[in-house]
T-cell receptor, first 112, second 116 residues
Framework: EDQVTQSPEALRLQEGESSSLNCSYT??????LFWYRQDPGKGPEFLFT???AGEEKEKERLKATLTKKESFLHITAPKPEDSATYLC?????????????FGQGTTLQVKP | SQTIHQWPATLVQPVGSPLSLECTVE??????LYWYRQAAGRGLQLLFY??????ISSEVPQNLSASRPQDRQFILSSKKLLLSDSGFYLC???????????????FGPGTRLTVT
């Protein structure tokens, strides 16, 4: 069964304290792995798509990496405005519907 | 770029009442469309998806139904709401852009539904 597990569930950092969020997945053939940011009461905001092991993408203080079993979202020198829930999702290579399987998310709080 | 509209933004409905949530998309044609529900503090559960007008696939058995009467319109409905239907409902659209290897999904602002 295709599955996505994110850890930790919650993470509290001081401003400037770098860390990483983990997304472990099992899927019958990976077509893509996606990261989203979700602020309270809002829809998820698209961040990155990763397609194959070894791939990396960056956006401001965020860097996403991918292996054959997991993805990491590295946050360098975070600021309070980086506080949000970060969601990871995978798309299986079977079928062409674009369906995603989501993890439960990691809620990040960055204190000034 | 695409824009996804959802309304209403918030809704409070009594148990047993009907429901209609609407999602419309601008800026793209022939997208795949999706309805998700998100319970408090939890991930997204896919409810329905559609790859074209009149084509609806259901992911979980439930009290809800979906319809796609136009290319860029997706509607979520219920004849009689249950307490367990409360949640945050999200509409998403996906398309494969030039040079992209797969569909990327983009989300609307969501509808907060409270069934009392």
């Amino acid at each position: 069964e295709d599955q996505v597990t994110q850890s930790p569930e919650a993470l509290r950092l001081q401003e400037g304290e770098s860390s990483s969020l983990n997304c472990s997945y099992t899927v019958s053939g990976l077509r893509g792995l996606f990261w989203y940011r979700q602020d309270p009461g809002k829809g998820p905001e698209f961040l990155f798509t990763l397609y194959s092991a070894g791939e990396e993408k960056e956006k401001e203080r965020l860097k996403a990496t991918l292996t054959k079993k997991e993805s990491f979202l590295h946050i360098t020198a975070p600021k309070p405005e980086d506080s949000a829930t970060y969601l990871c999702a995978v798309q299986a290579s079977i079928g062409n519907t674009g369906k995603l399987i989501f993890g439960q998310g990691t809620t990040l709080q960055v204190k000034p | 770029s695409q824009t996804i509209h959802q309304w209403p933004a918030t809704l409070v409905q009594p148990v047993g009442s009907p429901l209609s949530l609407e999602c419309t998309v601008e800026g793209t044609s022939n997208p795949n469309l999706y309805w998700y529900r998100q319970a408090a503090g939890r991930g997204l559960q896919l409810l329905f998806y559609s790859v074209g007008i009149g084509q609806i696939s259901s992911e979980v058995p439930q009290n809800l139904s979906a319809s796609r009467p136009q290319d860029r319109q997706f509607i979520l409905s219920s004849k009689k709401l249950l307490l367990s239907d409360s949640g945050f409902y999200l509409c998403a659209c996906a398309f494969r852009g030039t040079g992209q290897r797969t569909f990327e999904q983009y989300f609307g602002p969501g509808t907060r539904l409270t069934v009392t």
